[in-house]
């Protein structure tokens, strides 16, 4: 089994190396793009499988010398140390060869939301928004910030496998901490909800113009005074879903526009993936949820600077780095339990 995968792993990394030196590919600029993705989305299992191909002569080579010289400690040893190295790349190979989410390579927009908590969970909201941004630019994504108001940020992430790192931080993030404003020092839950959609473009959704309910309106500021004197504020509403989108940051119509329908898209979209594959994309209402407290897929409690996923029990012991934008440990955690259960459904399903 895992000497066919091997095999397999070794024959597509060949074609796509020979794909990437062809003189026809690299003027092809789509094409030489493609071929590049491929190379490094297969270039981990590559490297699994030329270290297994190792293991196994070094585990042949200690066998071979041991009929040969008869019974030897050190040549024992390195016989068993093949050998348990060979198993734990067959485990590696497998799990570096499942299924990618047909989404991980695409740029996201992620929308926060206070939740469950008042004027605490407005600022808790806006936590997280700097929270992500820094992170984005930690992995050498770039960031739009699309729409933000006290309690309520859109913004879009632009980089190679984006999905793949901010999809793990939809849901309801809760937060435990002494408010400011609290005199008592009385530790206060609050929740702000997080939706990450994969960005859409205009192939993977059509959008008929006739669905869409389009009203402009003059944008406005804090306590209603006025941000400007045109209508320039754009709400579009698609009747058939009933999603509404807002825009109002920027001064020119058209370009709240050009945001609305691209938040739009992506929410088509991941209703669309939600329905065509329920067990591996939620849907934008199971991600964020109602925001109530007892609803929470992570907890932040600054008293003991301490943060739970509760999807995988992982628990880390640094809040403040965390809140800076150190979210690797949690998604390396979260991509391996992803991976770990797609390993599963597949084997389920191929008994």
Same mark, same amino acid.
């Given at each position: 089994?895992?000497?066919?995968?091997?095999?397999?792993?070794?024959a597509?990394?060949?074609?796509?190396? +020979?794909?990437?030196?062809?003189?026809? *590919?690299?003027?092809d600029? #789509?094409?030489?793009?493609?071929a590049? @993705?491929?190379?490094?989305?297969?270039?981990?299992?590559? /490297?699994?499988?030329?270290?297994?191909?190792?293991?196994?002569d070094?585990a042949?080579?200690?066998?071979?010398?041991l009929?040969?010289?008869?019974?030897d400690?050190e040549?024992?040893?390195?016989?068993?140390?093949? @050998?348990?190295?060979s198993?734990?790349?067959?485990?590696?190979i497998?799990l570096a060869m499942v299924?990618?989410d047909?989404?991980d390579d695409?740029?996201?927009?992620v929308?926060i939301?206070?939740?469950?908590?008042?004027?605490e969970?407005?600022?808790?909201a806006g936590?997280?928004y700097?929270?992500f941004?820094?992170y984005?630019?930690?992995? $050498?994504? /770039? %960031?739009?910030?699309?729409s933000?108001?006290?309690?309520?940020?859109?913004?879009?992430v632009?980089?190679?496998g984006?999905?793949? *790192?901010?999809?793990?931080?939809?849901? %309801?993030?809760? *937060?435990?901490?002494v408010?400011?404003t609290?005199?008592?020092? @009385?530790?206060?839950?609050?929740t702000?909800?997080?939706?990450?959609?994969p960005?859409?473009? &205009?192939?993977?959704?059509q959008?008929?113009q006739?669905?869409?309910?389009?009203?402009?309106?003059?944008?406005s500021?804090? $306590?209603?005074?006025?941000?400007? %004197?045109?209508?320039?504020a *754009?709400?579009?509403?698609?009747?058939?879903?009933?999603i509404?989108?807002?825009? =109002?940051? &920027?001064k020119?119509? #058209?370009?709240?526009?050009e945001?609305?329908m691209?938040?739009?898209?992506?929410?088509l979209?991941?209703? /669309?993936?939600?329905?065509? =594959?329920?067990?591996?994309?939620? +849907?934008?209402s +199971?991600?964020?949820? %109602?925001?109530?407290r007892?609803?929470?897929?992570?907890?932040?409690?600054?008293?003991?600077?301490?943060?739970t996923?509760?999807?995988?029990?992982?628990?880390a012991?640094?809040l403040d780095?965390l809140l800076?934008g150190?979210?690797?440990?949690?998604?390396?955690?979260?991509?391996?339990?992803?991976? @770990?259960?797609?390993?599963?459904?597949?084997?389920?399903?191929?008994?």
């Amino acid at each position: 089994m895992i000497e066919s995968l091997v095999e397999q792993i070794e024959a597509r990394f060949a074609e796509v190396q +020979a794909e990437m030196a062809d003189p026809e *590919v690299i003027s092809d600029r #789509l094409r030489y793009a493609e071929a590049g @993705r491929r190379f490094n989305q297969l270039g981990p299992a590559a /490297k699994l499988a030329d270290e297994w191909r190792r293991a196994q002569d070094d585990a042949a080579g200690a066998r071979e010398l041991l009929a040969e010289a008869g019974e030897d400690p050190e040549l024992r040893e390195m016989l068993d140390a093949a @050998r348990e190295r060979s198993g734990e790349l067959e485990e590696e190979i497998r799990l570096a060869m499942v299924e990618r989410d047909p989404s991980d390579d695409k740029n996201v927009i992620v929308e926060i939301r206070a939740g469950a908590g008042g004027e605490e969970a407005g600022l808790w909201a806006g936590d997280l928004y700097r929270m992500f941004t820094r992170y984005a630019e930690k992995r $050498g994504f /770039k %960031t739009e910030t699309l729409s933000a108001s006290d309690g309520a940020y859109t913004f879009e992430v632009r980089g190679d496998g984006a999905y793949s *790192v901010f999809k793990f931080e939809g849901g %309801t993030h809760r *937060v435990q901490r002494v408010p400011e404003t609290e005199s008592q020092g @009385r530790i206060h839950t609050s929740t702000a909800t997080v939706a990450v959609l994969p960005e859409a473009e &205009e192939v993977d959704v059509q959008v008929d113009q006739n669905d869409l309910e389009i009203d402009v309106y003059r944008s406005s500021g804090p $306590g209603g005074q006025s941000v400007n %004197t045109t209508d320039s504020a *754009v709400r579009i509403t698609h009747k058939p879903t009933g999603i509404v989108v807002s825009m =109002q940051d &920027e001064k020119s119509q #058209l370009q709240n526009r050009e945001r609305a329908m691209k938040v739009l898209r992506a929410r088509l979209y991941e209703a /669309k993936l939600a329905e065509q =594959q329920a067990e591996l994309a939620a +849907a934008l209402s +199971a991600q964020v949820g %109602t925001g109530e407290r007892a609803e929470k897929i992570r907890t932040y409690n600054f008293p003991e600077r301490r943060v739970t996923d509760h999807r995988i029990k992982f628990t880390a012991h640094n809040l403040d780095q965390l809140l800076q934008g150190d979210l690797d440990e949690f998604t390396a955690a979260l991509q391996d339990d992803e991976k @770990r259960r797609r390993l599963d459904a597949a084997a389920a399903n191929n008994v």
